[in-house]
Structures are given as C-alpha cells and as structure tokens.
C-alpha cells in the first residue's frame, strides 16, 4: 500500500491529473450543468488537437533536454506552404507532404545548428520564431491564398464517432499521442531520448548517438507543430499569416503543467496530454463560468507556476515515504 | 608475457596547444588488475579515454587481442569487451535501474534499423539478476537509480559491465565520493575480477587503493609513463617519489 502511494506520488502526471479533475467538477456546477453537455465537449473536443499535438512534440523534446519556441511559427507555416502550392494547383497530397517537408528542415536545422554550434536551444529556436512568421507572411504575399473547395476535410475535420461528438482531428490527436506515448515508454529509442535529456554524459558514454536522437526530436517537434497547423487552418477554411502566435509558450506550459522538467528528462507525453486538456478546458470553463475571459491567460500562468510547486512538493513527500527500494 | 589483451603503441594527443600524451606505450595483460596512478593532468583520464572510445588519439596505435582496431565511439570499445565505470558514473538519475543497465544496449522485441520495441521483461529480468550477481541486494529494478547511494549506483555501473560479458573493465576513479565501506567494496571487487577472467584498470590517486588490489602499478606524470612496476617490486615511496 505505501509503496503503491509512493509509486503514485512520483509520477509527475499526478498533480495535473487532479487539477484536471478538479477543474472539471467544479467547471460543471458553475455553469450549471452545462459543461458536460454533448455540445460544449463537442467544441473542447473539435480544437483540442491542434493544441494537443503540439504539445506532444514539446513534450517529447523537453524530455529529450531541448527546447523549442518555433512551433507557434511552424504552426502557421505549413498550412501556409501548403495553401501556396494548393493554389498553384498542386494536389493536396503533394503539397500536404512539400508542407511536412518543410517543417522537417526547420526541425533540422533548429536541432543542427543547437548542437553544432553548441548553443541553447532557447536561442537558435527563438531565432526561428522570428524567421519562420516572416516567412510565412513573404510566401503568402500579404493576403492569405483562397483554399481550393476541394480539399480531404473528411480526412481531418468532418465531425465522427457516437452523437458527432469529436471531429477527425480527434482521432489523428488520439493516435499520435498514443503512438509518442508507446514510442517514448516502449522503444529502445524512448529510452535514449530520456538518457540524453536526463544526463547527456552517461548517454555519450553509452554509446547513444546523441546528436542524432536530439535532431531527431527536433524534427518530430516541428512536423507536429505543423501538422496541428494545417488541422486548424482546414477547420477555419483559411491560412491565416498570424495562427499560432503565442502558442509555444502555451505548448511549454501544457507540458510543464503535465510534469515535464524543464531540465530534461522527467515527464510524460500523457502528462502532455492532460496539460493541453487543462487549457481548453479553462479556455472554455471560464466562459461558461462567465469569467471576464481575460482571465484565462492568468490562469494558465497560476497554474504552470502551481503544478511546479505541487509536484516538487508531491516528490518530496513520496521520497519521505519510508519504503525500501 | 602472454599476448597482451590490449596493447598501446606511441600514442600520443594534442589539446589545442597541450601535448596531454607524449607516446605511450604499455600492454595489459589477461587477467591483470593494473592501478593507473597519476597526480592530475598526468595523461591518465586522457589515456582512459581514448581506451573507452571517448576520446580519439591523435596519433598511435591500440591493438586488442593482438588485432589492430580503431576506436572511435564509446560504441566500438564496448563492441570490443572494453567497459567503463566513470567517476562522475555513467547512469541517468531519472531513470529506473533496468533501463539504465541496457541504455544503447536494449534487448529487442523486434526491429528495423536498430530501432524498435524493448524486451522489457527480459530487461527486468536480467537486470535483477546481474544486480544479485555482483552482490547488491535491490529489491525493485525499477528504482530510479537517483534513489540509490553512490556506492549502489556504482554497484549498478559495474552490474553493467559485468553482465555485457567485458574483457577489460576500466574503472575510472570510482572510489571518489563514496563512503569508506563502499569504498572497501569497490576494491573488493577490483580484487575479484582476476578470477572472473577480466583484465582490470583501475585509475585512481588514491595509491592506498591501488597498492590495496592491483597487481601491477603504472604511474604517469606530464604525459608519459614514469614507473611500471609489479605492486611487490614498489613501494608507496618510491611512487610518490615519481609522480
């Protein structure tokens, strides 16, 4: 029983669990009930992804040991690439792949030039931010381009599944942060990306190709940034220049939220997971609750700084746990 | 001498400006625990390094077994039964025992291109029994290893290196930080290699330590090989005298 409790107590997943859950009760009697409906999960659910899997990238790469700012800006970018060549009249497929194409270089030379030069990701990735909104703004030449009308909307955003409760991006969301989840806890290449973010010297001196796992996970972190992007420019039915902006910082808070350690090597892409879910779900509560939605920025800010604090506290307790490991 | 297990020639290496090896040749013998001794900036940490494949030698060359090989990553020297326990040791904190025990080195369900799904069982399994093997009594293999004492961290280190079947186990500086009776245990271990068949080096300034369990001392100073002699034709004076 002790040993089961602090088992639970170091998992850096919990303390945002029970915010999560939390929130959720208390979100349902403020509103009366309506929180919970069919309708209003219908619109947590339907955006949900396209925050969710960029934080699942930021996730991954956080635990890796890196950082990344450019995401908000990748997000923006491949619809956009997309939508250019679209336009040029080059079939969805095409240009879907010419649009991850281009995220996978930003992701590459993001983690490159972070490792080559030996300087913080927080710098290169920061530089990025920058480059990646101009050029999005240049390629699209100041009016974001006319989506053609035909475009595999049934592949991305119809909604499905019982009562049209989520749209298809829910079920590419569910799949891909199952499929990170198992690829981080299951696959000997899990195991690197948690010994290079956990102690970069004992990953080398094993032999782990550390440059490769880090560039690696650079590379994931940007193809999901843009492919959440490309998700919600097809739900908005239009690439705007300025989608995304702000959201790395959100993206880095659903993962602190969710227990990923700045530092590297702690965390869960499920932490992730649930850190993103907190942030629709007080995006969408307070408005419910009827909060002055300017709020919500606080409350996201309270909470990263609380759920810090709640799970230093919650480790500290588990390790006073006396139990024999 | 039998043929020496590994065998340096001439080896030298330059830091920018530093000439921090200045043409070593020495040969470990099988079955040898050799005390590496040296005051800091000796050429010891260098020599180890480009040993254990952390650091490639500007000039030189190694054999192993008689068979001349390149050493360019820390991969090839484990490839080759050459292990290495670290001072500041090679295990990640935030990871449990059984996955720090086969980092780089996982057992596989299946996979492509060297990568895909771990055998966690196995690795569970395994890692339980090389803990008991060398005598370390942990009850889960999946405990973080930033929960154990250092003395059981490096415990675990040298379950590692024991359990991927070394030739040549090279320990560098592993008594620093531990208390003295984990200390007597490394050295204990030190002791016990000879009948396990492994060749031993042992690198440490401490030359209680190394008169304690080697068979053989080389000392270095400036990047060379000042002193190579049996433990019983030395003494602790004659080797503070070169150093």
Sequence with gaps: MKRMLKIYLEKPELAALSLLAALVILFQIRSGGVFLSADNLRGILGILPEIGLMVIGVTVLMICGEFDLSVGSVFALMPMTMAVLLVDGTPFFPAFLAGLAACAAIGF?????????????????????FIARSLTIVISGGFPPLLPAELPNWLFTVF????????????????????ASLLMSRTNFGNWVHATGGFLPAAKAMGIPTARVKIACFMLCSMLAGFAGMIQVLRLGSPLPSIGEGWELQAVAAAVIGGTALSGGIGTVAGGVI????????????ILSQVDANWFKFAIGFLTIFAVVANAWLGKRAKAIKVET | MAQPIISVRNLHKWYSGVHALRGVTLDFAPNEAVGLVGDNGAGKSTLINILSGAQTASEGEISVEGQPVNIANPRDAMDLGIETIYQYNSMVPTMSIARNLFIGREPMKFSLL???????KKMADESVKAIADVDLH??????LVGE??????????????????????ILDEPTNHLAVKETGKVIGFVRSLKELNITGIFISHNIHHVFDCCDRIVAMARGEIVLDKRTDDTSMDEILDVL
């Design chain 2, 114 to 120: 060297g990568l895909g799904v771990m055998d966690r």
């Design chain 2, 148 to 169: 154990l004492s250092g003395g059981q961290r490096q415990g675990v280190a040298i379950a590692r290196a024991m359990h991927f079947k070394s030739k040549v186990m």
């Design chain 1, 275 to 286: 850190g993103a879910i907190l942030i629709r779900v007080i995006d969408n509560g307070l």
């Design chain 1, 109 to 129: 030379i993001n983690g490159y030039i972070t490792i080559k030069y030996g300087i913080p990701s927080f710098i290169t990735t920061l530089g990025m931010l």
């Design chain 1, 160 to 179: 499905v599944g019982p009562g049209n409760l989520f749209r298809m991006s829910f079920l590419w969301f569910v799949v891909i942060a199952v499929l």
């Design chain 2, 138 to 143: 942990l009850r889960s293999p999946d405990a």
